[in-house]
């Protein structure tokens, strides 16, 4: 059972350029999640989605896209990076609504230089 | 608006030792309440949660967490720490009148001493 995968693990990326980080579930969870962890800070919501097709703006979307285009995929696209955008990135799923226990991906670590 | 506070940036306990992690919240109602463990390297696991009923509930890997209401307070308690409790450890709060976004604590690192 796979859960939640994340690739990249890490990446650098150049200021300027764009990326996208793939999120996959295998749970067939209805919600999923993007967030992003900064040194010495909770967990920040980037994104969120209540099932395919459907997405929404977290606390922190700027600079950010995605899609839901299949129950077990969600994408994360950073256009135009900044290195403000360097932290850790989470995915997470969960069955039912956000109150259900989350599973969490692995991370993919990104630095924008 | 909703907060967490876990007052605690880093913790170090003896192996053996009992464990206590606070967190404070922030919120009008009774709000829902969890638990995540972070080990190095890995994303996050639920520890445990709170909705409603027994104040005091059980966790996984021999965690407990109590709700305190009069105190605004939910926290994690373990009676002996093993070395492989090193994680980070952090506190959410989550309700529905916010659309059920979960706020995050800034999190606990938890070091063990041999």
């Known amino acids: 059972n796979a859960g939640v995968t994340q690739t990249p693990k890490f990446r650098i990326l150049k200021i300027g350029q764009s990326m996208t980080l793939q999120c996959t579930q295998d749970m067939n969870h209805n919600y999923m999640y993007w967030y992003r962890q900064d040194p010495g800070m909770g967990l920040k919501l980037i994104y969120y989605?209540?099932?395919?097709?459907?997405?929404d703006k977290g606390e922190v979307p700027n600079g950010y896209n995605v899609s839901r285009s299949t129950t077990e995929d969600f994408p994360l696209r950073l256009e135009l990076a900044a290195p403000s955008q360097t932290s850790v990135y989470f995915c997470a799923s969960s069955y039912t609504d956000r109150l259900d226990g989350y599973t969490f991906g692995s991370g993919t670590r990104l630095t924008v230089v | 608006a909703q907060s967490v506070t876990q007052p605690d940036i880093h913790i170090t306990v003896s192996e053996g030792a009992s464990l206590e992690l606070r967190c404070n919240y922030s919120?009008?109602?009774?709000?829902?309440l969890f638990w995540y463990v972070q080990s190095p390297g890995q994303g996050l696991q639920l520890l445990l949660k709170?909705?409603?009923?027994d104040t005091l509930v059980q966790g996984i890997k021999g965690f407990e967490a109590e709700f305190k209401r009069s105190q605004s307070s939910f926290n994690l308690r373990k009676p002996s720490v093993h070395w492989s409790d090193a994680a980070e450890y952090f506190c959410?709060?989550?309700?529905?009148?916010?659309?059920?976004?979960?706020?995050w604590g800034a999190g606990t690192k938890l070091i063990i001493k041999p």
């Open positions: 919120y009008g109602a009774t709000p829902y």
């Open positions: 959410a709060v989550g309700a529905m009148d916010s659309n059920y976004q979960l706020i």
């Open positions: 989605s209540v099932g395919a097709g459907i997405t």
């Open positions: 709170y909705f409603s009923g």
